[in-house]
Nanobody
Framework: QVQLVESGGGSVQPGESLRLSCVVSGRDFSPAVMGWFRQAPGKEREFVAAIRRASGTSVADSVRGRFAISRDNAKNTVYLQMNSLKAEDTALYYC????????????????????WGQGTQVTVSS
């Protein structure tokens, strides 16, 4: 059974930074793609960023230049470094992983992911 545990969320002021982590556990499971999605109250879930095991990343326009995704394959962990946070970044952030390698254009689609975490809350407020 594959489990995802996110951490690193919290409450910060605009302009500050946070780093989210997601540890994936599961017997002999090495995700082909790892990503982050978020959902704000009253809004639909949206793609944030994703990274494939060997190469290839995708980042949403709304966070490009401020957020960066990385992964440590040896630790089965994906990170989301969030800088220059804004109030509109407030949301529940979900980690997701997929067993199949998607093409770049599909990395932002929820159907590319097989397993999801419970989410970690990020609140940006002055």
């Amino acid at each position: 059974q594959v489990q995802l545990v996110e951490s690193g969320g919290g409450s910060v002021q605009p302009g500050e930074s946070l780093r989210l982590s997601c540890v994936v556990s599961g017997r002999d499971f090495s995700p082909a793609v790892m990503g982050w999605f978020r959902q704000a109250p009253g809004k639909e879930r949206e793609f944030v960023a994703a990274i494939r095991r060997a190469s290839g990343t995708s980042v949403a326009d709304s966070v490009r230049g401020r957020f960066a995704i990385s992964r440590d394959n040896a630790k089965n962990t994906v990170y989301l470094q969030m800088n220059s946070l804004k109030a509109e970044d407030t949301a529940l952030y979900y980690c997701a992983v997929g067993s199949s390698r998607p093409i770049i254009s599909a990395m932002g689609l929820a159907r590319s992911y097989d397993y999801w975490g419970q989410g970690t809350q990020v609140t940006v407020s002055s």
